[in-house]
């Protein structure tokens, strides 16, 4: 793999050798990565391992660790914010200005970082002046904040690290930094990998980036050809063309012209139905909060219920909202144990998964590998067999054969095969 000066783009990334679907073409730790606020008390701090009686640090009381191994392991990264986030309690700073904090001190630290393999932290583009004024504005709000956040380690810019521009450097982690997610593509943290920064954007992309911890794995998901350029999706597809442009443009300053974007590839689907319904569903959805109790759950399914029932006759289930609509319905189900229900919701889900993420796409292994999973509570083995072996062939192409993920699914898929195997001894 090598950087190269990819036309109307800036720097990109190519290939010296061809590559197969499923090829793991890069593996990096990052540069400086945090938990996300989200998920503080939940992951552990090192590793983003997701477990219960996590311990605490026992200065910040904020910070925790799988083990005193993983504690250790992060003490570096975490011992001269710590008595920042003492400092401030009992606030706490928002994503990117712990992100940033945690950047200020490697420096500092003049600590190397394979990951700068490629691109170092300094080569990164910031794009400040293609920033929108609002933007602008916010970085600068967030460069205040930061300096609030750091006072007690750093009292003025004399002690900041070598001709380092603050401002500049929330700009770079805007366009660079990556959400950081668990083998469920849910985000855990944020992080910086300055040679992934070199990937372009493609709504229709040759690789795909999984995590597994803090660690980025970038795998091939079709025939690449030596020297064509690699590139990945910054944003979730699932959107217009129009919107996934404006999501760019504001966050990245580039406009897309990928044949995706260009042909408008899938927008007529994605907005079938009935115009006046679908607006309704996608302002309701805006204005949802996420739950956070029992309570709350059921109240948020009703409403899921209720639009759902309006909208049945005016919207397919591949018009986004109305699939978002099911996909929030599910979750409410899970949540609330009602496991029977979820399966209708999730099966629903599954065709315009297909049809949205086609070919090799982790989103849709894991959507497929949450319904088998529902369908294995209700005893039904082969086809949760059927959808996981779905997933597997997908997954060992996104994720490769070691990840953790896939490594559940055999044994979900061992279970399956041993239900079967019962269900056949009662016919008997």
Not at 90 to 119: A, H, W
Not at 173 to 187: K, P, Y
Not at 233 to 249: G, W
Request: net charge negative.
């Amino acid at each position: 793999m090598e950087k190269f000066a990819s036309p109307g783009k800036g720097n990109g990334l190519r290939l010296s050798k061809h590559a197969k679907p499923g090829e793991l073409l890069y593996r990096a730790e990052p540069f400086a990565y945090s938990v996300t606020k989200k998920r503080l008390g939940g992951v552990c701090e090192r590793c983003l391992c997701r477990k219960d009686g996590l311990l605490r640090c026992s200065q910040c009381k904020v910070a925790r660790y799988c083990n005193l191994q993983c504690q250790k392991e992060a003490w570096q990264d975490h011992k001269r914010e710590c008595k920042c986030i003492r400092n401030i309690d009992p606030n706490f700073p928002p994503d990117s200005v712990r992100l940033v904090g945690r950047i200020i001190f490697k420096l500092l630290r003049q600590s190397t970082c394979p990951s700068e393999e490629l691109y170092s932290f300094s080569d990164l583009q910031s794009n400040f002046e293609k920033l929108s004024e609002e933007m602008q504005e916010g970085l600068g709000c967030l460069t205040r904040a930061l300096q609030l956040y750091l006072k007690v380690e750093i009292h003025d810019t004399s002690q900041l690290p070598p001709g380092i521009d603050v401002l500049q450097t929330f700009a770079k982690v805007t366009c660079n930094c990556f959400s950081i997610s668990n083998g469920e593509v849910q985000d855990v943290g944020v992080g910086l990998y300055p040679s992934m920064s070199l990937l372009n954007n493609s709504c229709d992309p040759n690789c795909v980036i999984v995590f597994e911890g803090p660690q980025l794995y970038l795998h091939s998901i079709r025939e690449i050809q030596i020297g064509e350029e690699l590139t990945i999706s910054y944003i979730d597809t699932m959107m217009p063309s129009t919107e996934r442009q404006q999501q760019l443009e504001r966050q990245y300053c580039f406009e897309c012209d990928c044949p995706m974007c260009c042909t408008h590839s899938k927008d007529a689907v994605m907005l079938a139905g009935d115009e006046q319904a679908w607006k309704e569903v996608k302002e309701a959805i805006n204005k949802m909060t996420a739950p956070k109790s029992q309570e709350e759950w059921k109240q948020a399914l009703v409403k899921y219920q209720t639009l759902l029932k309006n909208t049945s006759t005016l919207l397919p289930d591949t018009n986004i909202y109305q699939l978002k609509l099911l996909d929030l319905a599910m979750d409410a189900c899970i949540n609330l144990g009602l496991l029977e229900e979820a399966l209708i919701y999730g099966n629903r889900t599954l065709e315009p998964y297909r049809f949205y993420y086609s070919g090799f796409h982790p989103l849709r292994a894991v959507q497929l590998m949450r319904v088998a999973k529902l369908q294995y509570s209700q005893d039904m083995f082969p086809q949760a067999l059927e959808t996981l072996k779905q997933a597997y062939d997908i997954m060992t192409v996104t994720h490769g054969a070691e990840h953790s993920l896939v490594q559940n699914l055999m044994m979900l898929k061992e279970d399956c095969e041993a239900g079967i195997t019962a269900q056949s001894g009662l016919q008997i």
